[in-house]
């Protein structure tokens, strides 16, 4: 009785670890989706509000470039680093349309599934990318960086489309 006990204890052991490797090769994955690229992509000529950031000694060696990291500068409660943060986003945006890759940052249930599936064909609405930054809950700061990006997206397609 105590052999099959065991026995027993040491399948399901066992099957937990392989598990547990499973996962953690799931997780070595990358993301190579154009999404993620321009999610994380460094634009170096970024330089709005370079002088008001230098004031933050934590912030002045930081690489600020991407939409990714401008958007949690605007977590941050000085009003000053908010405003930087706010020029950035645009920044990035009016690029971004500028090499014929609009980005509208999208979030919700499934988002990166429906960022994944609008993607896979770039041609079909003005070559905009859509780009998943959270699923169901985000903090305001995230909400509020999509929204500068996606206005200032929107308006230079408005804009340009009136011409």
Known sequence: MIEKFLSL???????QVKSQNATAQSREI???SISYQLFTKCFDNLNQGSEILEKYPALKDAKLCSLLYCMHLLAYP??????????RLIGIATQL?????????????DS???????????EDDNNIV???YGECTN???LRE????????????INKNSLR
């Open 9 to 15: 204890l040491l399948l399901i052991l066992c099957s």
């Open 30 to 32: 990358e993301d190579n």
């Open 78 to 87: 000085e009003k000053d680093i908010q405003f930087a943060a706010e020029n």
């Open 97 to 109: 349309y500028n090499e014929n890759t609009p980005a509208i940052l999208i979030m919700g249930l």
């Open 112 to 122: 990166s599934r429906t960022a994944k599936e609008r993607n896979k064909n770039l």
């Open 130 to 132: 859509y780009i998943s």
């Open 139 to 141: 903090p305001a700061f």
């Open 145 to 156: 960086g999509a929204d500068i990006v996606n206005k200032q997206t929107m308006q230079l």
